[in-house]
Nanobody, 124 residues
Framework: VQLVESGGGVVQAGDSLRLSCTVS????????MGWYRRTPGHQRELVAR????????NYADSVKGRFTISRDNAKATTDLQMNDLKPEDTAVYFC??????????????????WGQGTQVTVSS
């Protein structure tokens, strides 16, 4: 299974970016998906997550009202629309997917899979 992110870059404060993540490589059942970010010297922070069946979303307080997470189950993708970016949003953003591999028609226990990360830099 591979998670490939795209959409990072260098922008100015107040600009927008859209991150995308695609899951591929095997037969699987997708559960929750989401995005974390990490800055030097800080713990990894959950930015946003989205559930599978009901699409329930959770956001870090610092991004509420500015970021929107979405998913397309048919395409096995999740996007993070980031508006009104601030310098403190500068980080490496990682996509994750909680999924179970399906082999021989049997679903294995689910676990988290991660993308390689994409850099977002916001200048003031």
């Amino acid at each position: 299974v591979q998670l490939v992110e795209s959409g990072g870059g260098v922008v100015q404060a107040g600009d927008s970016l859209r991150l995308s993540c695609t899951v591929s490589g095997s037969t699987f059942s997708l559960y929750s998906m989401g995005w974390y970010r990490r800055t030097p010297g800080h713990q990894r922070e959950l930015v946003a997550r989205i559930g599978n069946v009901d699409g329930r979303t959770n956001y870090a307080d610092s991004v509420k009202g500015r970021f929107t997470i979405s998913r397309d189950n048919a395409k096995a993708t999740t996007d993070l629309q980031m508006n009104d970016l601030k310098p403190e949003d500068t980080a490496v953003y990682f996509c994750y997917a909680d999924l179970s591999l399906v082999r021989g028609g049997i679903a294995n226990p689910s676990q988290d899979y991660w993308g390689q990360g994409t850099q977002v830099t916001v200048s003031s």
